[in-house]
């Protein structure tokens, strides 16, 4: 396993950005899927984006706004929001697992998750 903190969350307006940064130690961070999800309150975590080597996926609603990348070297990644909106609100987690996957019982190791609050 990985130990993941996330880091980068805040208060901000609809149209702002954010970038959330995603802190790993441990062995074999490359060999992991890194992902981030999101939970608002009342609502199930929801897959937003991953990263496995140089492939990505974005879910719908946050892709052309939302981009995640990795520094390999830094053990790190990172997830750049823009163009935010009041439905981005959430408390946002970093996650490692299984590559290539959406659902979050593939992802073995979470951070302790980071809160991003947009207002309109």
């Known amino acids: 396993q990985v130990m993941l903190v996330e880091s980068g969350g805040g208060l901000v307006q609809a149209g702002d950005s954010l970038r959330l940064t995603c802190a790993a130690s441990?062995?074999?961070?490359?060999?992991?899927?890194m992902a981030w999800f999101r939970q608002a309150p009342g609502k199930e975590r929801e897959f937003v984006a991953s990263?496995?080597?140089?492939?990505?996926n974005h879910t719908p609603s946050v892709r052309g706004r939302f981009t995640i990348s990795k520094d390999d070297a830094k053990n790190t990644v990172y997830l750049q929001m823009n163009s935010l909106k009041p439905e981005d609100t959430a408390v946002y987690y970093c996650?490692?697992?299984?590559?290539?996957?959406?659902?979050?019982?593939?992802?073995?190791?979470w951070g302790q998750g980071t809160q991003v609050t947009v207002s309109s």
């Open positions: 996650a490692a697992g299984l590559p290539y996957r959406v659902a979050a019982q593939y992802y073995e190791s």
């Open positions: 990263i496995f080597g140089k492939i990505s």
């Open positions: 441990g062995r074999s961070f490359s060999s992991y899927a």
